[in-house]
């Protein structure tokens, strides 16, 4: 019996993640609404937020795409969903939308870029 070598190596690939504007306007608008009704859960709403941008960086292909190629995250404690596009290395987050308020704004926006 020889020395083990260990598991085997795989190759992981490294995602860049980019915020759409829209996107980032979007979590900045639902911190404040939380806000200014609690800082406690503006402050768990936003650790929410980039939790699940984590999972997504982790595993971007794990959620298949829409007809459009929009995959999605749907986050757990707040009514929000975190939109996603892959392409290559980047994934870009289209918007993170409000379940009742104007879901599906943002799908008719072009994409930077």
Do not use: C
């Amino acid at each position: 019996m020889g020395a083990s070598q260990g598991p085997p190596r795989l190759p992981v690939k490294a995602f860049e993640v980019r915020f759409d504007p829209a996107a980032e306007t979007d979590v900045a608008d639902a911190f404040r609404w939380y806000r200014e009704r609690s800082p406690t859960a503006a402050q768990s709403f936003r650790s929410e937020v980039f939790a699940a941008i984590e999972r997504i960086s982790e595993g971007p292909l794990v959620r298949g795409p829409d007809a459009q190629g929009n995959r999605k995250l749907v986050l757990h404690r707040f009514p929000y969903t975190v939109w996603y596009t892959v392409e290559e290395q980047v994934i870009t987050v289209r918007a993170v939308a409000h379940h009742r308020r104007r879901p599906s704004y943002w799908r008719n926006k072009p994409s930077p870029g």
